[in-house]
Structure formats: C-alpha cells, structure tokens
C-alpha cells in the first residue's frame, strides 16, 4: 500500500491467520505476528518472499493469540530468528500454559515455542530503519501490545482495534470484568495518536483512524451497555473461527461441541443461562441468516472456505 513506508510489507491474511507485518532492514528482516498453526507453510511460504532475499533476524509478536503465534515455532525452526513477546505473555509461553494461552479453553491449537526477549510497555524499538513505541492495549488481550511510529504516524494495534471493530473480550467471558474498562482506556489512548495509517491484526491496512476509534468505541459502548450483547457477538466470532478451522461440522453435532468447549458451555450459562446446544442453535441460525456460513447436506461450512 503505498501510504506505508518502502521498508514495510503488509501480508493481509484472512481470520484464521493474523496479518503479517515485514520490515526490511538492509540485508536482515523483521516480522510482526506468524499466522495460526494450520496456515504455517503458507505463512513460511508468504513471508519469504516478502523478505525478497533478506535474512529473517526477528519475530515480534503483539500478542498471545493462536491466530498470531502459530508460526513462531517454524519460522523459528527454518530461519533460526529471534523472538520477542510482550511481557505479559511471557509466563503463559514458558510454562506453555494452553489454558492462559486460550486454547484448551477456545479449543485451538499452537505449537509451543522459545523466546529470546521481551518487550514492555514504553519501549522503543526499531523496525524497518523507524523508531517504534510499544503501548499497552490490554482489553482483548489483557497483556497486548500495539507498536506505533510517530515519526511516520503509523500504528500496528494488534487485534485492539480493526477498522470495524476489535477483538473479543476475553477477560469479560471468563468472568472478568476488567476487560470492557481497559478496551475503554485503551481506545481512549489509541484516539490521542496523530495515525496517518492503521495496520490492523486482520484486515487491510487503512487510514481513517479517528472514524475507526469511533466505531469501536461506538461498539464498546453498546457492550457495555448489554453483556449479553457482547456475549452474543463473542459467541459468532469464536463460532466462525472455529468453522474457518475445521472447514465443515455436522449441524447435529455442533450443540454437542459447545457443550464440550469451556468457552461455549461457560458462557452460554454465565450469559444467557441456557443450555449450550441452545446457544450453539441460535448463533448458527443468525451466522447463517447473516451470510456468514452456509448450510450445505446437515453440514455448517464457513463461507469461501
Ligand atoms: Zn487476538
């Protein structure tokens, strides 16, 4: 995109995957953020030739999440690259904790890795020949990170905030609630920046910032007024995540699936007090009234997948 520097290529990516951020740095590279586990050749395969014959030196991550660690290993494994992760993280990767990892609980999966270093909020670093300010955006992921250039005004928030939206809150669906305050906080802050473009973790890059931090405050907003609502709209998401992985589930099977998957069966009860199959009925029934998966011989298959 030609709002960004030379030195940067975006490697947009779907929703399974995270977006993949490479910085050119003479004859070594820089990547933010590695995909999910079932895309890593594709993201091995992608990143090499964004390196365009450079040496892939670093791996930084924004934040936990399986769909932007799921490469670390193989990257890791094939280009011998440092990692750094946000702090907060750390302990939760050391121990390769699946449960502070979300993927017992959402029932994804990573491969576990080593890392090198680890970033806090307020550091500098250098990406791409540009000075980097790491800053705390806890509230989809309490321990995130974004990584914003004032000098170029650009901000890599992460999955903090989309161009319509952010990510789920986790915290508030395992029950608690310093999630919505801190996204708050952190739109709050993110809206201070001078950004001339956003990277976002999925989507294309883009540069109405000030109108992006609208809606997703817009969003919050209406959150925070109705848990359900949030509870709903996390539900579709983490529905439609888990189809874009499995590609296709029996729809009489699916009821089943949530009442097997911690986040599935707690929330349906911490939230809607009901059964899980009911939940898993209804969310089925709106994702594909909205377009969003599609009903094919019994089975629910994730649109384009
Ligand atoms: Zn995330």
């Given at each position: 995109?030609?709002?960004?520097?030379?030195?940067?290529?975006?490697?947009?990516?779907?929703?399974?995957?995270?977006?993949?951020?490479?910085?050119?740095?003479?004859?070594?590279?820089?990547?933010?953020?590695?995909?999910y586990l079932t895309h890593a050749a594709e993201t091995l395969a992608l990143v090499d030739r964004a390196l365009e014959g450079r040496t892939l030196a670093r791996l930084i991550n924004t934040h936990s999440h399986s769909d932007h660690i799921g490469?670390?290993?193989?990257?890791?494994?094939?280009?011998?690259?440092?990692?750094?992760?946000?702090?907060?993280?750390a302990p939760a990767v050391a121990d390769w904790d699946e449960d502070a990892l979300l993927l017992t609980t959402a029932h994804q999966q990573a491969e576990p890795f080593e890392f090198d270093a680890t970033l806090a909020p307020g550091d500098a670093l250098e990406m791409g020949g540009l000075v980097w300010q790491a800053l705390p955006v806890p509230g989809?992921?309490?321990?995130?990170?974004?990584?914003?250039?004032?000098t170029e005004r650009i901000l890599i928030p992460g999955d903090a905030l989309w161009r319509d939206g952010f990510?789920?809150?986790f915290a508030e669906l395992h029950g608690d609630n310093s999630g919505l305050p801190a996204q708050r906080r952190t739109l709050e802050m993110l809206r201070e920046l001078d950004v001339a473009v956003v990277i976002p973790g999925h989507g294309a890059p883009f540069a109405d910032h000030a109108?992006?931090?609208d809606r997703a405050l817009a969003r919050l907003a209406a959150f925070e007024q109705s848990p359900e609502r949030m509870a709903k709209s996390a539900m579709k998401a983490l529905f439609t995540f888990t189809l874009l992985e499995k590609r296709?589930?029996?729809r009489a099977e699916i009821g089943g699936y949530f009442g097997?998957?911690?986040?599935?069966?707690?929330?349906?009860?911490?939230?809607?007090?009901?059964?899980?199959?009911?939940?898993?009925?209804?969310?089925i029934d709106e994702l594909v009234k909205a377009g969003i998966l599609i009903e094919?011989?019994?089975?629910?298959?994730?649109?384009?997948h």
């Amino acid at each position: 995109m030609s709002l960004l520097p030379e030195s940067i290529r975006v490697i947009e990516r779907g929703w399974l995957s995270a977006n993949n951020i490479v910085f050119h740095e003479g004859s070594s590279a820089t990547l933010v953020d590695s995909g999910y586990l079932t895309h890593a050749a594709e993201t091995l395969a992608l990143v090499d030739r964004a390196l365009e014959g450079r040496t892939l030196a670093r791996l930084i991550n924004t934040h936990s999440h399986s769909d932007h660690i799921g490469g670390n290993a193989t990257l890791r494994r094939v280009h011998g690259c440092r990692i750094l992760v946000p702090e907060g993280m750390a302990p939760a990767v050391a121990d390769w904790d699946e449960d502070a990892l979300l993927l017992t609980t959402a029932h994804q999966q990573a491969e576990p890795f080593e890392f090198d270093a680890t970033l806090a909020p307020g550091d500098a670093l250098e990406m791409g020949g540009l000075v980097w300010q790491a800053l705390p955006v806890p509230g989809h992921d309490m321990h995130a990170l974004a990584y914003y250039c004032a000098t170029e005004r650009i901000l890599i928030p992460g999955d903090a905030l989309w161009r319509d939206g952010f990510g789920v809150m986790f915290a508030e669906l395992h029950g608690d609630n310093s999630g919505l305050p801190a996204q708050r906080r952190t739109l709050e802050m993110l809206r201070e920046l001078d950004v001339a473009v956003v990277i976002p973790g999925h989507g294309a890059p883009f540069a109405d910032h000030a109108a992006a931090v609208d809606r997703a405050l817009a969003r919050l907003a209406a959150f925070e007024q109705s848990p359900e609502r949030m509870a709903k709209s996390a539900m579709k998401a983490l529905f439609t995540f888990t189809l874009l992985e499995k590609r296709r589930m029996k729809r009489a099977e699916i009821g089943g699936y949530f009442g097997q998957v911690a986040i599935f069966r707690d929330v349906s009860k911490r939230f809607f007090g009901r059964e899980p199959a009911a939940v898993a009925a209804q969310v089925i029934d709106e994702l594909v009234k909205a377009g969003i998966l599609i009903e094919q011989d019994g089975d629910i298959v994730a649109r384009g997948h």
